[in-house]
T-cell receptor, first 117, second 111 residues
Framework: NAGVTQTPKFRVLKTGQSMTLLCAQD?????MYWYRQDPGMGLRLIHY???????AKGEVPDGYNVSRLKKQNFLLGLESAAPSQTSVYFC????????????????FGPGTRLTVL | GQQLNQSPQSMFIQEGEDVSMNCTSS?????WLWYKQEPGEGPVLLIA?????ELTSNGRLTAQFGITRKDSFLNISASIPSDVGIYFC???????????FGTGTSLTVIP
């Protein structure tokens, strides 16, 4: 069991460039989440998904898009990167409400450190 | 978004001392979680709380779900150097829905 994996681990972009961050989980979790972590701000939810083909906005969705074409993958896209998007990005996953093993807990990936110049 | 105030922001303690930190929210939460994050890693779940007044332990760690449902507490007894890291609280209003995170408590243990 690899748990939650994220690629890439590090990336440097120039303003205006685009990129996609990939999150994969092998725990058969229904829910997946993308967070950003900035110094002194804790973790803030960008977008989340409660199932394949569905996504929803979180607390700070502007400038990001997501897709959940397969249950095990959740992609985070930046269409036109800005310096304000320099951050560490974490993906997380969890079981759905009512699942026999549901404990409302989220399992996190190791993070992607993104710098936008 | 919801505001979670976590305190203290940082702590420097001697090995063997006990540690206490807390988290308060402006809203009533149904679930409280406590995570630990080490440098270069993602947060790792320590304790999950689902009921007001609930007291749960995980080794030397004990967490409580406040009676008002607007706060939670984490205690670490007899700290050791490997306790170093940033501790985050997280709460959710609706089961399975969005979690809101505190700003973290940075713990340094001096041998």
């Amino acid at each position: 069991n690899a748990g939650v994996t994220q690629t890439p681990k590090f990336r440097v972009l120039k303003t205006g460039q685009s990129m996609t961050l990939l999150c994969a989980q092998d725990m058969n979790h229904e829910y997946m989440y993308w967070y950003r972590q900035d110094p002194g701000m804790g973790l803030r939810l960008i977008h989340y998904s409660v199932g394949e083909g569905t996504t929803a906005k979180g607390e700070v969705p502007d400038g990001y898009n997501v897709s959940r074409l397969k249950k095990q993958n959740f992609l985070l896209g930046l269409e036109s990167a800005a310096p304000s998007q320099t951050s560490v990005y974490f993906c997380a996953s969890s079981y759905r409400v009512g699942h026999p093993q549901s404990t409302d807990t989220q399992y996190f990936g190791p993070g992607t450190r993104l710098t936008v110049l | 978004g919801q505001q979670l105030n976590q305190s203290p922001q940082s702590m420097f303690i001697q090995e063997g001392e006990d540690v206490s930190m807390n988290c308060t929210s402006s809203s009533i939460f149904n679930t409280w979680l406590w995570y630990k994050q080490e440098p270069g890693e993602g947060p790792v779940l320590l304790i999950a709380l689902y009921k007001a007044g609930e007291l749960t332990s995980n080794g030397r760690l004990t967490a409580q779900f406040g009676i008002t449902r607007k706060d939670s507490f984490l205690n670490i007894s007899a700290s050791i150097p490997s306790d170093v890291g940033i501790y985050f609280c997280a709460g959710s209003i609706l089961t399975g829905n969005q979690f809101y995170f505190g700003t973290g408590t940075s713990l340094t243990v001096i041998p």
